[in-house]
């Protein structure tokens, strides 16, 4: 007894205690906690993937997608998510050296697009491609959307995800084309010059809210004619044009009536 009281008086009983709670908690919650259902990769996806790669990617890549000094980065951990963005927008495979790969059709169909993320996702662990449930925008808020996006997305791609340009020959896309996964992918893994917004930064939740915010600007413009929502740059150009027209018009008219 004066044993297990001694025990309980020692200055390293309290660290322990506290080590001993923070792990129940943390197991206790991921077993409570919803996860999202992922898809589970076939060993045949995975077979098929490692062929598609071997094929098309391993010369800048590696055979092991280990990387190349000076080529291209190592794949290891980047997760499904991560190749399911760059080869399903056609950035990758690059077709030339450049600043920042450009978005074009892919060379890939969905189907191999997908085995080759399964691929390299068995390479290390790292961010999966987003649920159906996660990227959909009827179960986000777009209000709440649109302060997670200006607060965080809106300096590189516009207040309403126009795009626009960064330093040395880099740019931030326009958004109006991404597809919901397209988006929810992005944030998740930080293609080339955005920082990555894990879901520390931003919750799942925020993600599909900012996801709702973007749908929602491709609706019609009650105002009419969107003169390509960059803001006041093309809006004051027309009312210089117009202002400049009906400077002229009224000279004319003046020379006209003089003569």
Known sequence: MNALARARR?????????????????????????????????????????????ANCASCHGMNAQGTDGVAPSL??????????????????MAASAPQAPSK??????????QLAAYVATLGPGPAIPTEEQVDPELGDAAEGMLVFRTNCAMCHNAIGAGGALS???????????????????????PQSMPVFNDANITPEAKRDVIAYLMAQREQD????????????SEGMWVWIIGMGSLIGFAVWIGAKSS
Do not use: C, W
């Not at 951990?77 to 399911?84: E, F, I, K, R």
């Open 10 to 54: 020692h200055r390293v009983a309290p660290v322990l205690l506290m080590l001993l709670a923070l792990l129940t908690v943390g197991v206790g919650y991921a077993v409570v906690a919803p996860q999202p259902a992922q898809a589970t990769a076939t060993s045949d996806e995975v077979e098929q993937g490692e062929r598609l790669f071997q």
């Open 76 to 93: 290891i951990g980047v997760g499904s998510a991560a190749v399911h963005f760059q080869v399903a927008t056609g950035r990758m495979p």
């Open 105 to 114: 059709n892919p060379q890939f169909d969905a189907e191999q697009t997908r």
């Open 168 to 190: 040395e020959g880099k740019y931030a896309p326009s958004l109006f084309a991404s597809t919901p996964t397209e988006i929810y992918e992005a944030m998740l893994t930080g």
């Open 222 to 233: 009650p105002g009419g004619a969107n003169l390509g929502s960059v803001g006041p740059v």
